[in-house]
């Protein structure tokens, strides 16, 4: 019987094989009808992130897609960078991170999908959404809108990427991984802005798209008129009450926040895992097929790249992976769990529409069905405070508040959103120091070399205007600054009695710093909200001559919003006040300007003058310096682990490693104090501003240097200083093993994956522990089987505690990258028979 049995089993496994996963290489098919994308004539549940290749370096892009996938995603997607894939008009550039052919190809030799979100516009927090600059100087342009010679260039680029993926291969027709392509981006949250010409546009633009003959299915997010055969998608915190413009097509989720991104002046977002689980599991109870993490790893914006205003460097997102590419925990674990259970509905999910069963107030029942027979349910208690006892299909259920259960037989629990049984990571890397991370200086106060920028025109490629210019049309975002200049005679009749006067600045954006005869005097900025700014400053001038010299700083440009790409920046009005006889506005004079610092007109981020005799030298390196460049070497510390460098004793700049730009930093701007909550209540709606961390300090102080920029020996870092900061500090860390743990009791659920739904056996509980980087555990810091106390990092043991828990766990753990122990009395003992007890244990992984 057991031979029968196994000749059936190996047929069905064909059969799944043939049905639901794809071989790589081998053409497939991608249409879609009401309830999902079908592929290859199999409708499909999916399971997608976002990583945008761009945010993290060539190298790591496998490292990251295996962690995607072994975290249960069936797809990745990401936008298509046109800023960086054509600089100047019809010069292309697909190399190193922006070599997209590459990421597509590492994707399908991982076996995952790829949604290719080729827009031109991205959004995504990126410089200007995505559009090159020199497109805003083509004469009669106007964005996204029904305008010749917008459409013309956006045309030309999205034909650009689509025959690039068919050269290549790349579209699922051809055995390409590409199942979906998306143009445009969010257009009808903002096209109300652009009138019927907007309404035209979309119709453009969704013929252009399927023009392009790409054979697989094209999306509009957020584009409720998006044309047919266009699936319109949704994009939001909670997806479940959507439904697409038409039967013929599937829910569909493109932009789940898993976070939200991080801005210069704000604290850090953060979204609790109970809540975003909760809202991809209402989305599949209610219908839905395709969920997309927006970030499920999301890195850094490197250079320039980030958009704005304000957008800090870390786009971390609180994504699953975090910004070092380390797996954030129970983050991951958590959903993979999920992922697994809606795995497991998923013959039913895309076999009928769900049955809706009120089963109480704020409780609901959604039920799947098949032909053959045979259900799978998901059950939720939507109220915000209150759990519930509910009685489904005979049987009672506990349903904590906000929460989903999931059961693939209509009759077992095997997961729900409220409990994390997944392991826990303490110390996240770098923000929280630990025993398992190294840091030290970078360099000792007399091996760094710096070089004073000049205030003011520094050279003769200056110009002068009349009026105050708008900045990003000046600069052509060729450089984050412009120098606005003027000499002012004040004469003895004008000037007051102690030479005070008043100077008023009003700014679009983003800040400014402020001199008057050579000398800084003060340095207004903006938010991520509003950028604009406004200055009022006492100044002292002499008699005669008096220069004022202003620098206006873009902190990059805006990505977001209608008309967004005309959003002016830079200093609009300057008035002095306090004159004897009456104020003197200079908005209107004649003003010199001057694009870029000088340290950057020099190159000195560049390696080829590390060694030049610009550079000065000395026994100690000057602190608080406004307008300085500084440079020093150093050995990146041993391993092979991502590095961050530790800025916070810096004011505002840009940094480079060995000549690349790693960001943007600005350590002196502190979040506000107050809206911040350490422990989030995850029940209830989320939103952006609602779990919120680091309060009243930077933004960022810790910026990412992927380990693939540094060499063994010297490695050069130089940093352009703004307002001022104690180099002599700066320090570098890198991660060398992890703290790991996890509290599980007799009574929490067991591993989805270790359910046998048929069996008549229970599967029991268990504390499962893996190492990341090839770690292994060496050692057990903490373990109790009984009634421990306290969370991981702070357990203790309680009144009742089991003896030789250690040692059993430091047999099955030690020298092991993972382990799991099954949390039962079987294995322990019973300490305290009556009491319900549960397993605490921590463990340290390192090299
Ligand atoms: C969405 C947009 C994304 C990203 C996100 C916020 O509106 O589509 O590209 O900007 O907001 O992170």
Redo the contacts with the bound molecule.
């Keep these: 019987m057991r031979g029968e049995g196994f000749t059936i089993l190996v047929f069905l496994t064909l059969v799944v094989l043939k049905g639901f996963y794809f071989k790589r290489g081998s053409a497939a098919t991608v249409t879609y009808d009401h309830r999902a994308l079908v592929i290859n004539g199999q409708r499909r549940v999916l399971l997608s992130g976002s990583i945008h290749y761009p945010r993290t370096t060539p190298d790591v892009w496998p490292e990251i897609i295996r962690k995607s996938k072994e975290g249960g995603l069936d797809v990745i997607e990401t936008?298509v960078f046109w800023n960086y894939h054509e600089p100047v008009k019809g010069q292309y550039y697909f190399e190193g991170r922006f070599d997209l052919v590459r990421f597509v190809k590492t994707v399908q030799e991982a076996g995952l999908f790829v949604h290719l979100r080729i827009g031109p516009y991205?959004?995504?927090?990126?410089n200007y959404g995505g559009f090159p600059f020199w497109l805003h100087l083509i004469p009669g342009i106007q964005f996204r809108t029904t305008n010749a010679p917008f459409k013309n260039e956006m045309e030309l680029f999205l034909a650009k990427i689509v025959n690039m993926m068919k050269e290549q291969k790349l579209f699922a027709s051809q055995g390409g991984p590409i199942i979906l392509a998306q143009v445009e981006?969010?257009y009808g949250?903002v096209e109300w802005a652009y009138g019927v010409s907007g309404e035209l546009y979309v119709q453009w633009a969704a013929e252009t798209a399927v023009g392009l003959n790409t054979t697989v299915p094209w999306v509009m997010?957020?584009q409720e008129d998006a044309p047919d055969p266009i699936i319109n998608t949704c994009?939001g915190f909670y997806c479940d009450r959507f439904t697409p413009n038409s039967l013929t097509k599937p829910k569909m989720w493109t932009?789940n926040?898993c976070g939200?991104?991080l801005a210069f002046g704000n604290a850090v977002p953060f979204r609790p895992v109970e809540d975003l689980a909760f809202s991809v599991a209402r989305f599949f109870e209610t219908g839905g097929t395709f969920q997309n993490y927006?970030m499920y790893f999301g890195g850094t914006n490197f250079g320039r790249t980030a958009?704005g205003p304000l957008v800090a460097t870390s786009y971390d997102?609180d994504a699953p992976i975090d910004e070092y590419g380390f797996i954030r925990q129970p983050k991951w674990g958590h959903l993979r769990d999920l992922h697994n259970a809606i795995k497991q509905c998923q013959e039913y999910l895309v076999h009928s529409d769900p049955t809706y069963i009120p089963l109480g107030v704020h409780i609901e029942a959604h039920i799947y069905h098949k032909d053959s027979g045979g259900c799978a349910a998901f059950l939720a208690n939507i109220d915000h405070t209150s759990d519930a006892n509910v009685t489904f299909n005979g049987s009672s259920y506990y349903l904590p508040a906000w929460s989903v259960s999931i059961l693939p037989d209509c009759k077992n629990v095997i997961f729900n959103t409220a409990k994390v049984v997944s392991q826990k990571n303490l110390g996240e890397f770098p923000h929280e120091h630990t025993t398992s991370a190294r840091e030290h200086l970078i360099a000792s106060s007399s091996s760094w070399f710096w070089y004073k920028e000049q205030v003011g025109i520094w050279s003769n490629n200056s110009f002068t205007a009349s009026g105050l210019l708008e900045q990003i049309n000046t600069t052509k975002d060729t450089s984050d600054y412009l120098w606005y200049t003027i000499s002012i005679d004040v004469t003895e009749k004008l000037l007051p009695n102690n030479g005070e006067a008043l100077l008023l600045l009003g700014s679009l954006g983003h800040a400014a710093m402020l001199f008057v005869n050579k000398k800084l005097i003060g340095f207004g900025y903006g938010n991520h909200e509003d950028a604009s700014f406004t200055l009022m400053q006492k100044i002292t001038l002499n008699r005669g001559n008096n220069t004022l010299d202003f620098l206006s700083m873009i902190v990059g440009l805006q990505?977001?919003g209608p008309w967004f790409d005309i959003a002016g920046a830079g200093i609009f009005s300057v008035v002095l006040g306090g004159l004897a006889d009456a104020k003197e506005d200079l908005s209107i004079s004649e003003w010199t300007y001057q694009v870029g610092t000088e340290g950057e007109y020099l190159g000195l981020d560049k390696t080829s003058l590390a060694n030049s005799s610009l550079w000065t030298s000395g026994n100690s390196v000057p602190l608080n310096q406004s307008l300085i460049w500084y440079k020093t070497t150093f050995t990146a510390p041993e391993g092979n682990g991502p590095l961050a460098l530790n800025l916070s004793t810096m004011g505002k700049g840009q940094a480079w490693v060995n000549g690349i730009g790693i960001g943007r930093y600005w350590s002196s701007y502190l979040s506000p104090t107050t809206g911040c909550s350490k422990h989030c209540d995850y029940r209830g709606p989320y939103d952006a501003s609602k779990c919120l961390k680091n309060c009243g300090q930077p933004a960022q102080t810790l910026y990412h240097i992927p380990r693939s920029w540094v060499h063994p020996g010297e490695n050069l870092l130089v940093l352009h200083e703004e307002l001022g900061g104690d180099p002599s500090r700066i320090s570098i860390l890198t991660k060398t093993g992890q703290e790991v743990c996890a509290h599980i009791s007799e009574s929490d659920p067991a591993p989805v994956d270790s359910w046998k739904l048929n069996s008549q056996i229970k599967p029991m509980p268990e504390v499962r522990l893996i190492c990341e980087q090839g770690w292994k555990i060496t050692s057990i810091n903490f373990a109790s089987f009984g009634t421990p106390e306290g969370q991981c990092g702070k357990f203790s043991h309680g009144t009742c505690s089991g003896d030789n828990v250690l040692p059993i766990i430091q047999k099955a753990c030690i020298g092991r990258e993972s382990c799991s122990i099954t949390v039962s009395t079987f294995d322990f003992g019973d300490p305290c028979p009556g009491v319900p007890k549960s397993l605490a244990v921590e463990a340290l992984c390192s090299a």
């Excluded at 991205?122 to 990126?126: D, G, L, P, S, T």
Aim: hydrophobic share 25%; aromatic share 38%.
């Design positions: 936008y991205a959004c995504a927090e990126w981006n969010e949250n997010c957020q994009n932009e926040y939200w991104f927006y958009g997102y990505n977001y």
